[in-house]
């Protein structure tokens, strides 16, 4: 079982989540407002509130091994 964090300024979440390391996963990231919202794969979620989010970076990090992004979409609404 890995642990999946959102971390930063003020927001310190970390949840259990299970699923294949040696294959390709699948991490979603949803900003609303104050709210973060991460999904793996489609079935694993993890939300948390920040004090400014707007003002905030994206970072991914590997705890231990190797990870090759192989996509990333940032996308804005006006």
């Known amino acids: 079982m890995q642990q999946v964090s959102l971390n930063g300024p003020g927001v310190g979440e970390t949840r259990s989540c299970t699923f294949d ?4 996963v699948k991490v979603q ?11 793996i794969n489609d079935r694993c ?6 004090p400014d989010s707007a003002q905030g970076t994206l970072s991914v ?4 091994g190797t990870a ?4 990333l979409q940032v996308k804005t609404r006006p």
């Not at 979620?45 to 920040?50: E, K, P, Q, S, Y």
């Open 21 to 24: 390391s040696g294959q390709p």
């Open 29 to 39: 990231v949803f900003v609303q407002g104050p709210v973060i919202a991460c999904f």
């Open 45 to 50: 979620a993890l939300t948390c509130r920040v």
């Open 61 to 64: 990090m590997v705890g231990a």
């Open 68 to 71: 090759n992004l192989l996509e």
